[in-house]
């Protein structure tokens, strides 16, 4: 009995001892054996929501006694809830001091962005005069069509790859000839769970190379250090770079005191980006999570954060109804402002776009290098809230 205690999370323990819930929403750890334990959870009267063939990771929906029963296969190492992880709520390149020329040959043609966010609205400025939401993969609803209920990924999108077809350039993102690959894994409050998360990671893995797909946004954070999560999402970050794709991650929404960076930010091969304030005189942005003041902690790097003018969506429109799709009406307002170290990480991302298409067979360690090389220490900004500091685009672009 006392082991089959061990392999239960204790919170979920707790849980299934007081009984305010008929179902949970869970992770399942196993060994081998997975068609078993998928008809068992089957023959148990839950349902299996995702099966995560990397990690060994079963997600269900299980009442208390599927649960019980569950512990007591050998095949089982562990069942845990499944948690919520959420979304890091001027022009992003003039807040970034970009001077691209128009002329200039470097916009991320040919180059896949991955986006694990909210959705993507069909904007305008992705969708014409050609559409580069090459695919969009719904896990929250199973809709066909892109959508984007909450806003956060649609913004994303912009700072990465607008054209900015509705402001005759104005507000273009940093790679406005990139594809986009979006990923619906947060619903319209910005939650999304883990395991959708850690599914949408082996999806995209599977089609990086017909896709080309090169950068991997995660503009997200998890609030808390939990070791077991950790390890898997530290598993899933290495299978995409083994992938050749380069992993951008915000250093999340605490407030920047020193060593208030945590969860999947730490992750070492991730670049973790933090944000700045650049609407008067440079300072650092009051909710970019610091590191520690130890050497080489994170973040490592920094963009500008605040007060980024990115596309707008309509997040009460649904793509398709009854099966059948639909089609958006006009926005009011094409443009809104935002501000988040997601948008700090959404731009890095472009970049690295910008950097894979003059050489597509950089590795994310290249990547890293360039990035590194290229950084320009910001004054009076502690070392722990800016990492090596911010791009210097010219620098490191032919």
Not at 330 to 343: E, I, M, N, V, W
Request: net charge positive.
């Amino acid at each position: 009995m006392f082991s089959l205690s061990r392999k239960l999370e204790p919170n979920l323990k707790s849980c299934i001892k007081s009984k305010p819930y008929n179902n949970y929403r869970i992770l399942i750890k196993y060994k081998r054996f997975q068609e078993s334990l998928l008809k068992k959870i089957s023959f148990y009267k839950g349902n299996v929501i995702n099966h995560i063939e990397h990690c060994k990771i079963i997600s269900a929906n299980l009442n208390s006694k599927g649960i019980q029963r569950l512990l007591e296969y050998p095949e089982v190492e562990y069942i845990c809830f499944d948690e919520y992880l959420f979304l890091c709520g001027i022009s992003v390149n003039t807040a970034n001091k970009v001077r691209l020329s128009n002329k200039s040959r470097s916009k991320g043609k040919g180059i896949g962005v991955a986006i694990i966010d909210s959705g993507v609205y069909p904007h305008q400025d992705l969708t014409t005069p050609y559409n580069r939401i090459a695919s969009f993969t719904d896990l929250v609803n199973n809709l066909k069509y892109p959508y984007d209920d909450n806003g956060h990924g649609t913004c994303t999108a912009g700072v990465i790859a607008g054209n900015g077809k509705k402001s005759n350039g104005m507000y273009s993102g940093i790679a406005p000839e990139c594809k986009i690959y979006s990923y619906k894994a947060f619903d319209k409050t910005g939650k999304g769970y883990f395991s959708d998360i850690l599914y949408a990671m082996e999806l995209l893995s599977k089609e990086d190379e017909k896709n080309n797909i090169k950068v991997l946004c995660l503009p997200f954070e998890m609030l808390t250090y939990n070791i077991f999560f950790q390890s898997l999402f530290d598993l899933m970050i290495s299978l995409v770079v083994s992938k050749n794709i380069t992993c951008i991650i915000p250093s999340g929404s605490n407030k920047n005191a020193d060593g208030s960076i945590t969860g999947i930010a730490l992750c070492n091969n991730c670049i973790t980006v933090a944000g700045y304030d650049s609407t008067a005189n440079i300072k650092p942005y009051t909710y970019s999570s610091a590191g520690s003041i130890r050497k080489d902690s994170k973040p490592n790097m920094c963009a500008a954060c605040v007060d980024i003018i990115s596309l707008n969506s309509d997040t009460s429109f649904l793509s398709e109804k009854d099966g059948k799709k639909l089609y958006p009406s006009k926005l009011d307002l094409s443009y809104k402002t935002f501000s988040g170290t997601s948008l700090a990480a959404a731009y890095i991302a472009g970049v690295c776009a910008l950097i894979y298409e003059e050489n597509e067979g950089l590795t994310p360690k290249d990547i890293s290098s360039i990035l590194k090389v290229g950084c320009e220490s910001l004054t009076d900004i502690p070392k722990n809230y800016q990492g090596d500091g911010k791009i210097n685009i010219k620098s490191i672009l032919k």
